[in-house]
């Protein structure tokens, strides 16, 4: 098999922001492998501070694609699921937490991808209204931070997978 063609590699070059999906839900098993997924993503200090709401109501998605200035998506997706972190006994400063966030977000849309799944990454942290927004539409306690939301379905729209990469932008042993 040509390395190009290792089913990893095509997830990874495949996957695009997709912000169009066809109105069906995903299966009891498809949720279940996500999480699965998101949680074998890597942790700081295996500190596991990550935790995940699985969103699939109607009324509730509808409730964040409005809330969320770019996640009108939501409304039509047929599950988000929302990445939240807990500080709680990080020392001051330590903001690994983004990292491990960012860690499952990415697995979860991998996954998505390996499932015949798309999906997009709505960014929540540190953005503001969004943050204020959303926090109570899904009842966050105030020591967890909103990392993101992958908005997930089954695609209404196709993009090319990615090729290449800017070399511009690669430096090799040094700067």
Same mark, same amino acid.
């Given at each position: 098999?040509?390395?190009?063609?290792? $089913?990893?590699?095509?997830?990874?070059?495949?996957?695009?922001?997709?912000?169009?999906?066809? $109105?069906?839900?995903?299966?009891?098993?498809?949720?279940?492998?996500?999480?699965?997924?998101?949680?074998?993503?890597?942790?700081?200090?295996?500190?596991?501070?990550?935790?995940?709401?699985?969103?699939?109501?109607?009324?509730?998605?509808?409730?964040? #694609?409005?809330?969320?200035?770019?996640?009108?998506?939501?409304?039509?997706?047929?599950?988000?699921?929302?990445?939240?972190?807990?500080?709680?006994?990080?020392?001051?400063?330590?903001?690994?937490?983004?990292?491990?966030?960012?860690?499952?977000?990415?697995?979860?849309?991998?996954?998505?991808?390996?499932?015949?799944?798309?999906?997009?990454?709505?960014?929540?942290?540190? &953005?503001? $209204?969004?943050?204020?927004?959303? &926090? $109570?539409?899904?009842?966050?306690?105030?020591?967890?931070?909103?990392?993101?939301? #992958?908005?997930?379905?089954? #695609?209404?729209?196709?993009?090319?997978?990615?090729?290449?990469?800017?070399?511009?932008?690669?430096? &090799?042993?040094?700067?």
């Amino acid at each position: 098999m040509e390395k190009r063609q290792n $089913p990893v590699i095509q997830a990874i070059l495949g996957r695009r922001s997709i912000r169009s999906f066809q $109105p069906e839900r995903a299966e009891e098993e498809i949720r279940e492998i996500l999480l699965e997924c998101a949680f074998a993503a890597p942790s700081a200090h295996n500190r596991r501070p990550c935790h995940c709401i699985v969103i699939e109501d109607r009324e509730q998605l509808a409730r964040l #694609a409005e809330a969320h200035d770019s996640g009108k998506m939501l409304d039509k997706a047929a599950l988000a699921i929302a990445v939240c972190a807990e500080t709680a006994g990080y020392p001051e400063g330590d903001r690994a937490w983004v990292e491990d966030g960012a860690a499952v977000l990415q697995n979860i849309l991998l996954a998505a991808r390996g499932l015949g799944l798309e999906g997009v990454w709505l960014k929540v942290m540190d &953005r503001s $209204p969004r943050n204020e927004k959303i &926090r $109570p539409i899904l009842n966050v306690p105030g020591t967890v931070h909103i990392i993101g939301i #992958a908005a997930l379905g089954r #695609a209404a729209e196709t993009k090319d997978p990615h090729r290449g990469y800017p070399e511009e932008k690669v430096h &090799r042993d040094r700067w």
